[in-house]
């Protein structure tokens, strides 16, 4: 089968590997779909960051070279021994992190900080391929409302809905959305699902517009931290937005996304960071402000991403960019979303193009 392998910096391949045979409680799946994250790309021109590289993982016992590809979704194939809660030919929404479930922190429910943690793409081959092989008990069905390229979407929706479970909102709170890429405006309307009034924040019309279509109910332009700051307080009759939520992972938007935090309220980190970000905390003790992290997910997000996109509350249509066939998916894909100028949320790449 073919496959995007990573083997290092700079190093990401078009190969052709084995298929994978499912295991004892493991289902074989023919990918429909899984989108290019922009984590993937940090990986190609920065990492390995969060590949697994030079000791093999403890859950899963691998490290590069690995095929990439955590935001994915499948039909199932092939049934692994002792599978019972799937058959073939369901469709199926992955969730591509294991955790040991034994340690400290698996035991305390805090699953996403669990430090043997193994993702798909990242710490076990991933869904950038023909096929994959997963634990079944990871497998959500997913409805027919639901088309296989949406599918891959559910992943980043999940990170959404995580971080929102995270940030404690309550109806009626004013949010701050602070980069609205495809995270960020899925956690845009995830805290709309959960009746927060939402403001939108990017330097990009094109982000703020398509915020207004998923129901953002205001919208600030952040390229003038002067002009925003001053924005914000204005909508929410200078008081200040209860959570900022950032998004955007850039090195400035923390130490912003902080200082626009009324007093005590909370900042959401949901951004993962190339570089290292320049934070004044005097800025939180004095406010009191509660600072939040937010990676991966916990049992039953994926669950319920699944049910918001199938109600409508989540629409991830308008950020698929393009489809591409996995033939295409350096040219098409690795190398379009390097441009710096793109105008594109997701890329999907599709096997059966």
């Known amino acids: 089968m073919q496959a995007i392998v990573y083997h290092g910096n700079n190093d990401i391949r078009i ?36 590949v697994q590289h030079g000791s093999p993982n403890p859950l899963t ?45 698996c035991l305390r429910g805090q699953q996403a900080v669990c430090p043997n943690m193994a993702v798909a793409g990242f710490m076990a081959d991933g869904g ?15 409805p027919d409302s639901i088309s296989d390229v949406e599918g891959p979407l559910l992943e980043p929706a999940t990170v959404a809905v995580h971080g929102v479970r995270r940030s404690g909102v309550r109806a009626g709170d004013n949010i701050a959305v602070l980069g609205c890429g495809t995270v960020g405006l899925l956690t845009v309307q995830v805290f709309k699902a959960a009746g927060a009034r939402v403001i939108a924040m ?45 998004s955007a992972g850039a090195k400035e938007t923390p130490r912003m996304a902080i200082e626009w935090t009324r007093r005590g309220g909370t900042t959401l980190l949901l951004g993962i960071y190339s570089t290292t970000p320049e934070i004044d905390f005097n800025k939180v003790v004095g406010s009191e402000i509660t600072v939040i992290g937010s990676v991966a997910t916990s049992p039953g997000d994926l669950e319920a991403a699944v049910k918001l996109v199938a109600q409508g509350k989540i629409d991830v249509k308008p950020l698929i960019s393009a489809t591409v066939p996995l033939s295409g998916a350096m040219e098409d894909g690795f190398e379009r979303m390097l441009d710096p100028n793109k105008e594109i949320f997701r890329i999907v790449i599709q096997p059966g193009l």
């Open 15 to 50: 190969e052709e590997c084995p298929e994978p045979v499912p295991g004892p409680g493991e289902a074989k799946l023919r990918i429909t779909g899984t989108s290019i994250c922009a984590t993937d790309i940090e990986e190609w021109q920065y990492g390995p960051l969060w």
């Open 202 to 246: 990017d330097v990009r019309e094109q982000s703020l517009d398509l915020a207004i279509q998923l129901g953002a109910d205001e919208v600030v332009n952040s390229s003038n931290e002067t002009f925003a700051a001053a924005r914000l307080l204005e909508i929410t009759d200078g008081v200040g937005p209860d959570i900022v939520v950032e």
């Open 128 to 142: 950038l391929a023909e096929f994959m092989v997963w634990p079944a008990a990871k497998l959500v069905p997913m």
């Open 61 to 105: 016992g691998r490290q590069t070279p690995l095929i990439l590809g955590h935001e994915t979704a499948g039909t199932v194939a092939e049934l692994g021994e002792g599978v019972d809660n799937v058959s073939v030919g369901d469709r199926v929404a992955i969730n591509t992190v294991l955790t040991c479930g034994t340690c400290f922190w």
